[in-house]
């Protein structure tokens, strides 16, 4: 399995931006993507990630100014940022996790990183 991520960049505060990440090869059925980011000096955090239900999980700090989405068919995930802060400035890692039944271990894959940095 590989991730493929892309939609960083440079923008003002209280800008948008948007990634997206694709996911080849054989993706097991219960499985959920998501985005991770890690700031300099900081630890990798969960952003947001959603299962192959819908099931969604936002960070606090990013609740009410990011939307996650995703498109089975096409095993696909999208990150929609807006109202962006300084703070948010990070590389944002796409993740999957996915594994074959509920008594099967998981797998854990990671994409390459994009940067996003947000000026002020």
């Known amino acids: 399995v590989q991730l493929q991520a892309s939609g960083g960049g440079l923008v003002q505060a209280g800008g948008s931006l948007r990634l997206s990440c694709k996911a080849s090869g054989t993706i097991d059925s219960i499985n959920t993507m998501g985005w991770y980011r890690q700031a300099p000096g900081k630890m990798r955090e969960l952003v947001a990630s959603i299962s192959q239900v819908g099931d969604m999980n936002l960070a606090d700090s990013v609740k009410g100014r990011f939307t996650i989405s995703r498109e089975n068919a096409k095993n696909t995930v999208d990150l929609q940022m807006d109202s962006l802060k300084p703070e948010d400035t990070a590389v944002y890692y796409c993740?999957?996790?996915?594994?074959?039944?509920?008594?099967?271990?998981?797998?854990?894959?990671w994409g390459q990183g994009t940067l996003v940095t947000v000026s002020s």
């Open positions: 993740h999957l996790i996915m594994r074959s039944s509920v008594y099967t271990v998981a797998h854990n894959f």
